[in-house]
């Protein structure tokens, strides 16, 4: 596609249920980044992917987020056992360049995530 | 305190007025700073991409970085109501890999009042 696709747009969870939210980048994109966005807040990095490597996950906020991108396209986001505390818009960008290159980050329009 | 501040606003204009926007930032180790627009709903979108200090013009768009005080500027000339949006100052250190993911700002609501 043209842009940077994610779905599902809205997801209501109920307290303890597991979420998968799926990313779809620019095509021939090479690296690809998750990051939370609280209402009212910046985006916070969580996680990026050169290809299929996770080269950092530091910003995931506890083993119960993780995430993959196992042929080095689609990316996972998944969120096991949510809490109140994961509603938040999850949003994926891509990037044409790798690692050490910089360029624009493209963003998709974020899953808006409920968690009640 | 977070790597980068950017005061949150809101911040209200009346049409056509200059607007400054503004974020520092504490890791010298940033080297591309770039501002980001959001509109509500979406996801950010690049504006300005630049890279070490001076400034850069686009349009009605100016961005201004100064390293040796770790500050970066957006100015928006004659501001339109269509600016109305959230601006998110950005920043990374490519070269470095540990640096290389974007680090955002809190964001500056803005509203341009026709």
């Known amino acids: ?116 | 305190q977070k790597e980068v501040e950017q005061d949150p606003g809101p911040l209200s204009v009346p049409e056509g007025a200059i607007v400054s926007l503004n974020c520092t930032y504490s890791n010298s180790a940033f080297q591309y700073f770039m501002w980001y627009r959001q509109y509500s709903r979406k996801g950010p979108e690049l504006l300005m991409y630049t890279y070490s200090s001076g400034n850069k013009e686009d349009g009605r768009f100016t961005a201004q970085v100064d390293k040796s005080s770790k500050y970066i500027s957006l100015f928006i000339r004659d501001s339109q109501p269509s600016d109305s949006a959230t601006y998110l100052c950005a920043m990374h250190a490519p070269g470095k890999t540990s640096y290389d993911k974007v680090i955002f700002g809190p964001g500056t609501s803005l509203s341009v009042i026709p």
């Open chain 1, 1 to 116: 596609g043209a842009g940077v696709s994610q779905s599902p747009r809205y997801k209501v969870a109920k307290r303890g249920q597991d979420v998968a939210l799926r990313c779809d980048p620019i095509s021939g994109h090479v690296s690809l980044f998750w990051y939370q966005q609280a209402l009212g807040q910046g985006p916070e990095f969580l996680t990026y992917f050169q290809n299929e490597a996770q080269l950092d996950k530091s910003g995931l906020p506890s083993d119960r987020f993780f995430a993959e991108r196992p042929e080095g396209s689609v990316s996972t986001l998944k969120i096991q056992r949510t809490q109140q505390e994961d509603s938040a818009v999850y949003l994926c960008a891509s990037r044409k360049k790798t690692v050490g290159l910089g360029g624009e980050l493209f963003f998709g329009e974020g899953s808006r995530l409920t968690v009640l």
